[in-house]
């Protein structure tokens, strides 16, 4: 049995996707700039995709810039704020996405930005009160924390974050990769100025995504050599990605309340078939509904003399899963996520995280196989 459980990193495209996408790349292959019928036809392709998402979260289809990705739209969001707006200070947590982290650090080294890091909560969130009084420091900030956390899951109150931050007068960005697609958001509404998507976790193509930029913000490109998405990203588009970008979240917030229930389940399921074997288990982050990404499930193992080839063994009983630890020292470098939450440096965690697509004969038979490969005897 193959069974795929790292839809964290990547999901199976959704064969109505590629479905939508190839037309794309057999018969409808004209460039989006060029003003002939070919051309006007993927362009029109390409708006269609916008407003059809915009209508999803509820914004304008002006605010969204299509990009190769999450990351390209978490490095845009944070050196745009600083060229652009006058941004001198990033505040930010230890647990972000190196996206966010590595390109906070560079800004500070090549433009003397100031960087402060969140103090988190036991379970990695980070602290209101501490982003408070933070904020009470008069100096042109952009908070950037991601919605919920690519290793253990544990989600922040957006609008509760954001909300202190327009309060201080400071600009918001969430790395939202994790969770668009997989939460309803109303812009209209959520106070944030920047966001972010990668078709590729919710069942769309690799290497297309988009950052959300609020309207009254003007930013200036960030690729220069074409005129593309509003002077905001020069370079011929991602034509049959963008298309199926759009397909994936029509899919998405088709049946959102039903693929969140049936995902969740799962994630509940293993939980507690987990729970019930091994005393001695521990999870990572947040893991109750309302606290935690229910596409996510971080476990600190038990440790026993298979522990350290767990993944290996796992990947030839043919289970994909996830894998991270603790940095213990300089000499090893372990997950900055579970070294940042103070997660035991003796203990070896695994990401398990699942999709629509993920099934209960799937669950069963990875929860069987962990039982087997660390072989437990508690009571020995």
Known sequence: MKVYLD???????DPEVLEAMLPFMKENFGNPSSTHAFGRKTKTAIEKARKSIASHINCQPSELYFTSGGTEADNMALKCAVRDLGVKRIITSPTEHKAVI???????????VVVEYLDLDEVGRPKSDHLALL????????????HANNEIGTLIDLKEIGTICKAHGALFHSDTVQTMGHYAFDLQ???????????H????????????????LKLRSMIQGGGQERQLRGGTENLYGIVGLGKAFDLA???LDEHIQHVRCLKNRMKAELEAHFSTIAFNGDTSDEGSLYTVLNVCLPE?????????SLDLKGIAASGGSACSSGASKGSHVLTAIGSSTSCTSVR???????????????????KELLSVKENA
Not at 304 to 312: D, E, I, Q, R, V
Not at 352 to 370: G, K, L, Q
């Open 7 to 13: 839809n964290a990193a990547t999901t199976p495209m």
């Open 102 to 112: 590595e390109s906070a650090e560079l800004l500070k080294q090549q433009f003397g």
């Open 135 to 146: 904020l009470k420091e008069d100096i042109s900030t952009i908070v950037s924390l991601m």
């Open 189 to 199: 509404e959520l106070p944030i100025d920047f966001i972010t998507c990668a078709a």
């Open 201 to 216: 976790k919710f069942h769309g193509p690799k290497g297309v995504g988009f950052l959300y930029v609020r309207k009254e």
């Open 253 to 255: 917030y088709a049946d």
């Open 304 to 312: 026993t003399a298979n522990t350290k080839m767990f993944l290996f």
């Open 352 to 370: 398990f995280s699942f999709s629509r697509f993920s099934t209960d004969a799937e669950i069963d038979y990875t929860v069987a196989a962990v």
